[in-house]
């Protein structure tokens, strides 16, 4: 996939538009004040920018898990290549402070902001005065429950569940297994993500007519959401529970043959647990998503199988392009897909921030990474691989 940057703003006159997803509803009270953390670039951002120059907000929710900034380092890569300003901050997975950065970012008069949020539901106040001050908001990975939301850019959620969900199902010859009865375990994300029951759906609705069958078999019992989920997607967490599990139904020697984790942060917990806790002597199946360096480290060495990969570089360049085309009020549709230089689909049904409101989505295309295609993400340019054969995020 060829990288594409774009050009800068034409007009520094434009109006922005706040299209598509219509204005702001009712919210909570103002959140208390709190500290945030902003990149370099933020600090400057007081100063009078040139004249013409748009600036641009950029939330994202934590610096504590990899791949969040990755994506902050891509987007503001991006938008200052393209010419803009922009304030960048990270609010260590705390809802208010989200709040109160964006909220900040609204009072140095943005342009336009671009939100990854921590608690999509969460978000009320900031995005209602955004809104009222006619500051265009796209949702950024997660989709945020507010209408201010113009447009909402990620990846095919529910594909990369089912790209897992498939993942076990080709690699165990499901369809094939006979009387084979294989255990399986389940690790799901954060419920505040709206993201996360769409990758725990992609992969149960597809591996659920086996536990129906009885091929698959969830020894623990815990097979909704709730159950299986993990708060913050915290590492440690998912390895508390995993060896609660290991040390409840799996101390006797029962043999376990999957543990289906949502993303590589909770893969990384499950898959300490496993060395460490599980009595079996068998290489149990782990599933991933966001290729993650430690991760990428356990795949070479084959303790994790898989991980979903999602080229957030890429995410970036879409999440570009669809700004500039909302600040120079261009038409925005599928045909803005064909600008990209990118696989990416233009959605409009599956993704709403209320109740019957559609969202308009931009989603790119996710891909499975194993221990034999690994150079395909040393060829994105943002991997390069050592002579020990580990993989490292370029610089």
């Known amino acids: 996939m060829k990288k594409k940057v774009f050009a ?7 109006a922005v538009s706040l299209a598509a997803c219509g204005g702001g509803s009712a919210g909570s009270s103002a959140a208390a004040p709190a500290e945030s953390t902003k990149t370099e670039s933020t600090a400057a951002s007081t100063a009078p920018a040139a004249e013409g120059t748009k600036k641009i907000g950029i939330s994202m929710p934590t610096q504590s898990l990899e791949r969040w900034n990755r994506d902050g380092k891509y987007l503001e890569e991006q938008f ?9 901050t990270y609010s260590d997975n705390k809802s208010d402070r989200q709040v109160n950065d964006i909220q900040n970012m609204i009072a140095e008069k943005v342009d336009l902001l671009i939100v990854a949020a921590i608690d999509g539901a969460a978000l009320n106040t900031a995005m209602n005065e955004a809104a009222e001050q006619n500051i265009p908001v796209i949702s950024y990975d997660r989709l945020i429950l507010n209408d201010a939301v113009s447009y909402y850019v990620s990846f095919d959620n529910y594909t990369v569940g089912k790209l897992q969900g498939e993942f076990v199902e080709k690699t165990l010859d499901l369809a094939n297994a006979g009387d084979k009865v294989y ?15 769409y990758f725990f759906n992609g992969a149960f609705d597809t591996l659920s007519p086996y536990i129906e069958k009885g091929t698959l078999k969830v020894v623990s019992g815990q097979t909704d959401f709730a159950s299986v989920a993990t708060d913050q997607w915290s590492t440690d967490t998912a390895l508390e529970r995993a060896q609660n599990i290991l040390g409840s139904y799996y101390a006797d020697g029962t043999q376990l043959d999957v543990w289906l984790c949502s993303n590589d942060s909770t893969a990384l917990g499950v898959a300490q647990a496993i060395t460490s806790d599980y009595a079996g002597s068998n290489s ?29 570089a890429n ?9 500039e085309a909302m600040l120079n009020g261009d038409t925005i549709d599928a045909s803005l897909c064909d600008t990209f230089g990118i696989e990416c689909a233009f959605d409009t049904e599956s993704y709403e921030t209320s109740a019957g ?5 931009f989603l790119l295309v996710p891909s499975v990474i194993t221990k034999d295609n690994l150079q395909e993400l040393v060829d994105t340019g ?5 002579a020990d054969g580990y993989l490292a995020a370029a610089n």
């Open 8 to 14: 800068a703003i034409l007009s520094a006159l434009m």
């Open 382 to 386: 943002l991997y390069t691989m050592g």
């Open 80 to 88: 200052k290549a393209a010419g803009f300003e922009t304030i960048l």
């Open 183 to 197: 255990n399986i375990e389940f690790t799901a994300g954060d419920p505040a993500d709206n993201n996360a029951g």
């Open 357 to 361: 409101n559609k969202c308009p989505s």
């Open 315 to 323: 995410e970036a360049i879409v999440t570009l392009g669809l700004a």
């Open 284 to 312: 149990v199946l782990i599933t991933g998503q966001d290729g993650d360096e430690a991760n990428l480290k356990n795949i070479v060495d084959g303790i994790q199988t898989m991980t979903v990969y999602k080229n957030v």
